[in-house]
């Protein structure tokens, strides 16, 4: 699972929670129960504007049970745990920050910034015709690297005739410095013609 995708489930999770909290208390505190005449079920939390967020029967309830703390220390240590995931995973680097180029000479190492790779790949295809933007970026392990790359094409591009360009470029001029392989992921986009200009006192057809 990508970085990206996890940031977007927890954004989505702790929205949610937010908006499902806001939303309850909103309407306790509006009485909006009372003016639509509809009686919430016993347990429903804030029923109306004078009623707490936890009452004391709520927050004494289960209190004497054996398993009750346990399980709130569970919880509680759980969710930092999983917040301190989270966080350092914003600061971890999602691809390797250099790779290791082969070289005749014995015993010379020669490493290359996965940065600069990028850059290459980004300056090759963005010179083709048919790309209006590109952005690229190596992911994985050194032993194991991944070029991940979104393009956006021109309106009169050729997707197919595109793949087959960048293939045969940049990617296969990728592969030859590394001397190995190297996957690729593309996600190729069309940008949308701009809309013609409406000349000035005219009004649109209906039909």
């Known amino acids: 699972m990508s970085r990206a995708t996890v940031n977007r489930a927890v954004l989505l999770l702790a929205g949610a929670a937010l908006l499902a909290g806001g939303v309850l208390v909103l309407a306790g505190g509006l009485d909006l129960y009372g003016r639509l005449g509809w009686t919430p079920p016993s347990w429903w939390p804030l029923t109306s504007p004078d009623q707490p967020v936890f009452s004391d029967a709520s927050r004494t309830r289960w209190s004497g049970e054996a398993w009750w703390w346990p399980v709130v220390f569970a919880v509680l240590g759980l969710a930092v745990a999983g917040g301190l995931w989270w966080l350092f995973a914003q600061a971890r680097r999602s691809g390797p920050t250099a790779v290791t180029l082969p070289v005749a000479a014995p015993g010379l190492t020669l490493r290359l910034r996965a940065k600069a790779l990028a850059d290459a790949v980004e300056t090759e295809t963005i010179a083709l015709p048919e790309v209006a933007r590109v952005r690229a970026r190596l992911t994985g392990t050194p ?33 030859t410095t590394l001397a190995r392989d190297l996957p690729a992921e593309l996600r190729l986009r069309v940008v ?12 649109p057809r209906v039909t």
């Open 192 to 203: 949308r013609p701009p809309a013609p200009p409406r000349r000035a006192g005219t009004r």
């Open 143 to 175: 032993k194991r690297l991944r070029l991940c790359a979104a393009v956006r094409l021109t309106p009169d591009a050729d997707p197919a005739a595109t793949l087959e360009h960048l293939h045969d470029g940049p990617l296969a001029h990728a592969r």
